[in-house]
């Protein structure tokens, strides 16, 4: 651990004891890491493996937020939208979103009135205003049946939401945290103002403040230790679903289907050859050890939601990956699912003198956002170090010259001539300039060791496992990338092979 480490009845301690790998916890590690604390997080199955890479993968407002009038949450993600073009351009791209209208849709002028306020409620350096669209003339119509003749079209920002958390999580490591993946929090005791943490690994430690941020696992881990009240915040548990097809359409914009229920749906293009079409809002009522998974009736939903706006059809037996998420939403005791708040609430306490900071709610456009305001909570809990530092700073790989993705791609498929241009492209938007650290000097496919499949090759593999915990298959084929889709149980069998997991 970084400097601040110090020892407690002869067991290692650190200033924080952050629980839970995903966006909100590997952002709360980065942040506070940087500042010059000591760090140790612990995730209990791999980095992002539950909510954070369920996601419908967008940098955005939320515009139909505005609907709900949250505008401090939309004024506040747009704002990070920012941060995030600058901060993460391999990762994190601006992304045009066609809006259809027809007689069963919100009414244009309310519309109009909710992109202009989305246009105008954040500075904007590098993403156009929204404007009016008339199909019968605009391309964008083409994929489109029935009577959408008119429209709009605005901006926000794709994500690949799994690579953001590992890239936080090896930024943390870069600034002196310790990350422990496959390691769960056993119990958490309050002992002379610290808390004692015991693993499943049979780790012990002492920490001078404990961060919950283990998503919809955060009221089960304050009730299992023995620390709720009746002040307690209770959390809301909401699935959300997708289902991945066939692209649908040509093109690299993304449509915003509005339903008859008042809902609104994204079709985004995917992986350059499918389409991800989500998300669902429903009641996850299995409870929070139940993983997540997405039923007849959602993938219907979706599908039907698709069909009411593209000419290319779709039943549920075109769909060729799912993936759902339950999105631990702070109960603020709206009725319907899709009301509920997004924004983030932080709960603190103190037992035995010991503080703790809980983590409710939250997406993955303020987690950067969150991070900073969980760094007050610790400022007043255990003392200040240094400030904030993370609204400018560049996460690993993100140093490209201008931000410019195109520019960066070209000048890695003139340097390495002698590779697939696929490949190439799909690491740079991955790794950005961090990918020469594994593909070194290589000339041809050979000098990166035993080839996988997909574009999948040793050098890649034992970089994952070396600088980003990835451990299985799993990790590297549908988290650290999406190379399942492109690939068969070949590559899978071999790659398992190679780490270990067949005996």
Request: contains cysteine.
């Amino acid at each position: 651990m970084n400097s601040g480490v110090f020892s407690v009845n002869g067991l290692h301690s650190c200033d924080l004891a952050i629980i839970g790998g995903g966006v909100n916890g590997t952002a709360i590690a980065r942040d506070a890491a940087g500042r010059g604390y000591s760090v140790a997080l612990f995730e209990k199955g791999d980095l992002a493996s539950a909510t954070s890479s369920a996601s419908t993968k967008l940098i955005h407002g939320g515009l139909r937020y505005l609907e709900y009038g949250e505008l401090r949450l939309v004024k506040k993600a747009l704002a990070e939208r920012e941060v995030f073009l600058k901060t993460a351009p391999h990762i994190v791209s601006p992304m045009r979103f066609v809006l259809p209208l027809s007689e069963n849709t919100r009414k244009p002028w309310i519309i109009r009135l909710g992109l202009g306020l989305y246009d105008h409620l954040a500075r904007r350096d590098v993403l156009p205003d929204s404007q009016s669209i008339d199909f019968r003339t605009s391309p964008l119509g083409d994929p489109l049946f029935g009577n959408y003749e008119q429209g709009f079209v605005y901006s926000d920002c794709w994500v690949d939401d799994a690579r953001l958390v590992a890239l936080q999580a090896v930024d943390a490591a870069r600034n002196g945290a310790h990350i422990h993946t496959r390691t769960g929090v056993r119990d958490i005791t309050p002992h002379d103002g610290m808390w004692e943490i015991e693993t499943d690994t049979n780790l012990r430690l002492y920490a001078r403040m404990v961060i919950n941020a283990t998503g919809p696992w955060v009221r089960q881990f304050l009730d299992q230790n023995a620390l709720s009240t009746h002040a307690t915040p209770k959390i809301r548990l909401v699935r959300g679903s997708h289902i991945v097809v066939p692209a649908l359409y040509k093109g690299d914009q993304s449509y915003l289907m509005q339903q008859p229920d008042g809902r609104v749906v994204f079709a985004i293009p995917y992986e350059g050859k499918f389409t991800c079409i989500g998300t669902t809002d429903v009641e996850h009522d299995a409870g929070v050890d139940v993983p997540p998974q997405i039923t007849q009736a959602e993938t219907a939903y979706l599908c039907d939601a698709a069909n009411r706006y593209f000419s290319a059809q779709i039943l549920p037996q075109n769909v060729v990956w799912t993936y759902s998420g339950v999105r631990p939403l702070f109960d603020d005791g709206k009725g319907k699912a899709a009301a509920v708040t997004r924004d983030y609430h932080l709960y603190n306490q103190r037992h035995g003198g010991a503080p703790i900071c809980s983590v409710y709610g939250g997406k993955i456009t303020t987690a950067r956002a969150l991070a900073d305001s969980v760094m007050d909570d610790v400022a007043d809990a255990i003392g200040t170090k240094a400030g904030a530092w993370t609204q400018n700073s560049i996460l690993p790989g993100g140093d490209l010259i201008d931000g410019d993705m195109g520019e960066f791609a070209a000048d890695i498929a003139a340097m390495y001539p002698g590779l697939e241009a696929e490949m190439l492209l799909r690491q740079a938007r991955a790794y950005g300039t961090w990918m020469t650290r594994f593909l070194g000097a290589a000339q041809q496919p050979a000098d990166l060791g035993r080839d996988f499949g997909g574009g999948l090759f040793e050098a890649e593999v034992e970089y994952l496992r070396r600088v980003e915990w990835a451990r299985t298959a799993e990790d590297i084929l549908w988290r650290r990338s999406k190379i399942g889709l492109h690939t068969g149980p070949e590559t899978l069998s071999a790659l398992k092979r190679h780490l270990g997991e067949m005996g």
